[in-house]
């Protein structure tokens, strides 16, 4: 009974430990990229921690089915919070390069006025 009422708790807890990793990633106004990193790799080592013991919560057997030799459910790393947590890294990852090389490249030559009319 409260093996189901931790699992949806918990995925719910790492879908919110995501979103400081997103705002701190790219909404820190006047903060250089250099710093915005720094400050997104604590925030994705803790939302790391909580995704995997929700993933563990997601691969415990069902109560009334473990027995002295009982397997999970399934592995940790094909549970739910888990893949969402790596789809999310990924996509924020490749997010960030992106805009990482649009400030680098791009951004400079609307500064200069050379792409206006």
């Known amino acids: 009974m409260l093996l189901e009422l ?3 708790f918990s995925f719910f807890l790492s879908i919110l ?3 400081p990793v997103l705002a701190s990633a790219f909404f820190v106004p006047g903060a250089r ?3 915005r990193l ?3 790799w604590l ?3 803790m939302a790391a921690c909580i995704c995997f013991s929700s993933g563990i919560l997601y691969s415990l057997p069902e109560p009334h089915q473990a027995g002295a030799h009982s397997l999970p459910k399934e592995p940790l790393l094909s549970t739910l919070p888990v893949r969402m947590f790596f789809y999310a890294i990924g996509g924020m990852a490749m997010l960030f390069l992106l805009s990482w090389w649009l400030d680098t490249y791009y951004v ?3 500064r200069r006025g050379c792409c206006r009319p």
């Open 33 to 35: 990229w250099e710093e």
């Open 43 to 45: 925030r994705v080592t």
């Open 6 to 8: 931790l699992r949806p």
């Open 17 to 19: 430990s995501l979103y």
């Open 108 to 110: 400079p030559l609307l």
């Open 38 to 40: 720094a400050m997104a």
